[in-house]
Structure formats: C-alpha cells, structure tokens
C-alpha cells in the first residue's frame, strides 16, 4: 500500500497562521480613534459653513423682497410695527416674501401670523424650531428688524433713495426678538446666557460661530464678527 507524501521541501516548512494580538488591536483602535479626532472637527465646521450659507441664503430672500417693498411703497423700508403692528406681521411684505395670507385666528384683520415656513428661518435659530407648530416657526426668534432709524427719524420707515450708505446700513439680522439696535449688538453677555428667549426681547444672535448674519438695506448679505457689527456698519446719521 502506497502512502502519499509531501515533498520534502514542503514539509520542512513551518506553516504559520497569521493574525492580530490584543496589542496590535489597541493600537489600531487607538489610531483610529486619533484620526476621528482630527476629522471631526472639520466635520462640524462643514455642517457650520453649510448652515451659515443657507442662513445667507434665507436672508438673500429677505433681501429681495425689501428690493421689492421699496419699488412698491415709495422707496419706503417696512414699517416696524409700534405695538400693534409688527413689521413681520406686515402685508405688503409678507406677500412679496412668501405670499401669506391673513392670520386666521383674526378674521377681518390685516395683519398676517408672525409665524412662517422653517424653510425660511436661520437653520441656527433653535428656539425658533422648539416652538414649531402646524403654522410654522416664530419669525423674531431667527430675524430682527433693525429700529434705529426709526428711533433717530420719528418712527418713519427709512426711504432708500435718501440713505447715504444703503450697502452699510443693516435692516434684518440674527436676533432672539422682532428688534434690534446697536446698543443690543454690543450686548454679547445677553446673547451667551440667554436661556428662555422671547419674541420681545432685545437679543442680537451671534448664532454663527461667533458671527452673526445681517441683510443690508441693498438686499446684500454679511456674516460678520462683534467688533465689524459694532465699529463697520452705520447706525445713526444715516440720511445724506
């Protein structure tokens, strides 16, 4: 009876079955977790910048629509509203910028919901989103109007065509509140403790990386730090 054989120089060999010890484990797992590290910031920074361009983007439609208000009314920004009518309760602007109708909670009544499409609010605006319902989210807790003209110019909406710097002169921004002026942009330690905001409030939201998105009153957009809201842009004197 023939037996089978390996070659000899086959059965000299040592055979060897490759793997992993629980050290070169550890030290995949270790790198690994490095390199997670390292990306996820750049992760959140993207998220960041995405949020920030949509934010601009909304702001852009803003923008436009106030291009439009002032072709309609004379060169006339949108009124702020005193304490009854609100600038984002606002017909002739809510029309141009997302064809709302009329509140329904006030039949017979003018004024429009201060509540729009998320679509439209600063993807940022987290109070905005916890307070969402079937009609929408809370305007004043994404976008503010800007109320120092009509603090300096007896409560008159600005007219464009008489602003010396329209590309300078800020008209919606971040905010926790339907209003902003100055005074509240430099107020950076209401913005880091604020915990329960309301519509009336006097918050200016540094909501994108410490910078805060503000539409011009020529319908252009910045995303700008502090220092630049405060010192760059024009508050007072505004008029040639």
């Keep these: 009876m023939k037996t089978n054989h390996l070659p000899e120089s086959i059965s000299k060999k040592r055979i060897v079955i490759a793997g992993f010890t629980l050290i070169e484990l550890l030290v995949v797992i ?25 934010c601009v983007g909304i702001l852009k439609q803003y923008g436009t629509a106030l291009s439009m208000y002032f072709s309609t009314y004379d060169d006339f920004g949108v009124p702020w509203g005193g304490d009854s009518y609100h600038w984002f309760k606002n017909p002739g602007f809510r029309a141009l910028l997302d064809g709302a109708k009329p509140d329904p909670a006030s039949p017979g009544n003018l004024m429009y919901s201060n ?12 109070f905005a989103f916890q307070v969402k319902n079937n009609e929408g989210c809370e305007i004043p807790f994404s976008y503010g109007l800007n109320h120092d003209p009509f603090y300096q110019y007896n409560q008159i909406a600005p007219k464009v065509t008489r602003v010396k710097h329209p590309s300078r002169v800020p008209e919606f921004a971040d905010t926790l509140g339907w209003l902003f002026r100055k005074s509240y942009a430099e107020n950076l330690l209401a913005w880091l403790t604020v915990t329960t905001p309301s519509v009336w409030g006097n918050i200016f939201a540094y909501r994108h990386g410490n910078r805060a998105a503000l539409c011009m009153l020529d319908g252009h957009v910045e995303v700008l730090p502090p220092t630049k809201v405060i010192h760059e842009l024009v508050w007072a004197e505004i008029y040639e």
């Design 30 to 54: 270790a790198i690994i977790a490095v390199l997670a590290s390292m990306l996820l910031p750049a992760l959140n920074q993207a998220r960041e910048k995405a949020r920030q361009t949509k």
């Design 115 to 126: 509540r729009i499409t998320p679509g439209l609010i600063c993807p940022n605006a987290t």
